[in-house]
């Protein structure tokens, strides 16, 4: 609509361009032919008309017109549209922003004492969401960025604004993009974690390992998803977290838990925290995960088949 109003600017101005030229050349005819006439005060009544009869004064006339009424009935329209979008876009955003998390409860094991059940958490939120949905669409790019600053701390709502900005080239949209980009990475920091159902070899795993276990697999690199790392790379990966001695980890005791490089200790635990994810992945209700399921399920074969299979006797985990 920007384009089509220029457009019609530009009509506007050749109309009146056109018509002062036109005037202008009138005068100059009448001016030739004596030029005492610069001295008659009613030269400009009789070039007028002489202008007037002219079919070209009035070609140029209506254009100027028609540039004029385009231009301002244009910019109303988008006035309306704009406000109109801006009550849209309002209640979209408080809905994604408070939209509820939900979780399931985990059973607790019966025994002679009394115990305080345990929760094992892991987030999936720093996996991008495969959806073609866009529920900013009608959106302006400044709309848009009041709309990620009241949801400046919300992962679904950022993810859904930097999907819609990935449609837009405008400078402005690169950079509200790149704002985003940069906040979605400050969150997958310091995730929000979510419960998970009972499950034999991950109930022992505590919120704070899961943690580390997610940060431990993106400090070497591993990515599944849509914007995922090819198999060949993520196999790589995971060949050096179990062959080779871990990158340096703060927590000790966490440390530990992986025990030595090719152990039964360490397979178990990579093969635990990636079907945890899978698990986790596969309880969300929003979003397509897809993608990352089936690459999660995929390596978990692959150190089934490379590592597990007629080495080691633990019980493999599972991911339904």
Not at 52 to 68: H, I, K, R
Not at 143 to 148: F, G, H, K, W, Y
Not at 206 to 225: C, H, I, M, N, Q
Not at 243 to 253: E, K, R, V
Request: hydrophobic share 35%.
């Amino acid at each position: 609509m920007r384009v089509l109003q220029f457009v019609f600017g530009i009509l506007s101005s050749v109309g009146y361009v056109g018509n002062g030229i036109l005037f202008f050349y009138i005068e100059w005819t009448f001016l030739r032919q004596n030029f005492i006439q610069i001295l008659n005060p009613l030269l400009h009544l009789q070039v007028l008309s002489v202008l007037l009869t002219t079919p070209l004064f009035w070609a140029f006339l209506a254009m100027s017109f028609l540039g004029v009424f385009a231009t301002a009935s244009i910019e109303s329209y988008l006035k309306q549209r704009s406000r109109q979008v801006e009550r849209n876009a309002e209640p979209k955003a408080k809905q994604a922003i408070h939209q509820e998390t939900r979780y399931v409860d985990i059973p607790t094991q019966k025994s002679s004492k009394t115990q305080a059940p345990t929760s094992t958490n892991a987030t999936v939120d720093d996996i991008t969401p495969q959806t073609g949905e866009r529920p900013f669409i009608r959106c302006l790019t400044d709309e848009l960025e009041e709309i990620a600053g009241t949801g400046w701390n919300n992962a679904k709502v950022l993810n859904q604004l930097h999907h819609e900005l990935s449609f837009r080239s405008k400078n402005k949209s690169r950079v509200l993009k790149e704002r985003i980009s940069n906040r979605l990475a400050e969150l997958q920091s310091t995730q929000i974690t979510w419960s998970t159902t009972a499950n034999p070899g991950v109930q022992n795993l505590s919120t704070d390992a899961f943690k580390y276990e997610e940060g431990l697999l993106r400090r070497y690199g591993y990515k599944v998803g849509k914007d995922g790392l090819p198999e060949s790379e993520r196999r790589e990966i995971l060949d050096k977290v179990f062959l080779l001695p871990l990158l340096q980890i703060d927590n000790s005791a966490y440390s530990s838990e992986w025990g030595e490089p090719k152990s039964e200790k360490r397979l178990k635990k990579l093969a635990e925290s990636i079907a945890a994810f899978t698990r986790n992945a596969k309880r969300r209700t929003t979003g397509d995960f897809s993608i990352a399921i089936q690459d999660w399920e995929d390596d978990l074969e692959y150190l089934k088949k490379m590592h597990y299979d007629n080495r080691f006797s633990f019980q493999y985990p599972l991911t339904n």
